[in-house]
């Protein structure tokens, strides 16, 4: 079975800095889709961003950006010019059959003013 | 669009009873997944109906099933409550069943099971 493994429980940076938040999973498979999920205090879970394992490039979308290493099966989520409102906890997860996602433990993250 | 609406969202249950949620999804999707989330065990996939038929289920006891209906709407239930049930009920709605990235599953706000 997959498994993905996010090894920060929790981090801090500090607004408008840059962190990341590491991710590493585990597949047989060669092509599949990961994602990251943010989900604040609310505990509605938003799609933050998603990457095609089979395409080399890595996904960004505007503050967010991920480094996607295929053979290291690694997926760290970098988000840069940090704000208050990023605070949150993330999940990092894999799609397998359908539509069902294995996530990680999640990395609590606290951004300071 | 309205999006993903679960209902209730906070319920209070006690032990050996059962229980019934229910989910709505996004107009037009026909897809809806339900997760478990816990301190301990963190997010856990329940199962997947895509139009009105399981397609996956997760590693769960009997005691919790669904089912969906021709509107898509979705319902699961767990029978003899036990503590360790209390937890986060997420529901995700989708328009198809997976076969490109850009399948977003969209989230409800999730309902709120305490089991005494």
């Known amino acids: 079975a997959q498994t993905v493994t996010q090894s920060q429980p929790e981090m801090s940076v500090q607004e408008a800095e840059t962190v990341t938040l590491s991710c590493t999973y585990d597949?047989?498979?060669?092509?599949?889709?990961l994602f990251w999920y943010k989900q604040p205090p609310s505990r509605q879970m938003i799609l933050v961003i998603r990457q095609e394992a089979y395409k080399q490039q890595n996904a960004t979308e505007n503050r967010f950006s991920v480094n996607f290493q295929k053979a290291a099966k690694s997926f760290s989520l970098k988000i840069s010019d940090s704000q208050l409102g990023d605070a949150a906890m993330y999940f990092c997860a894999y799609r397998e059959y359908g539509n069902k996602l294995v996530f990680g433990a999640g990395t609590i993250l606290r951004v300071k003013s | 669009k309205a999006g993903v609406t679960q209902t209730p969202r906070y319920l209070i249950k006690t032990r050996g009873q059962q229980v019934t949620l229910s989910c709505s999804p996004i107009s037009g999707h026909r897809s809806v997944s339900w997760y478990q989330q816990t301190p301990g065990q963190g997010l856990q996939f329940l199962f997947e109906y895509f139009s009105e038929t399981q397609r996956n289920k997760g590693n769960f006891p009997g005691r919790f099933s669904g089912r969906q209906f021709s509107n898509s709407r979705s319902e699961m239930n767990v029978s003899t409550l036990e503590l360790g049930d209390s937890a986060l009920y997420l529901c995700?709605?989708?328009?198809?069943?997976?076969?490109?990235?850009?399948?977003?599953?969209?989230f409800g706000p999730g309902t709120r099971l305490t089991v005494l």
């Open positions: 597949t047989s498979e060669s092509d599949y889709y």
């Open positions: 995700a709605s989708s328009s198809t069943t997976g076969t490109s990235v850009y399948n977003e599953q969209f």
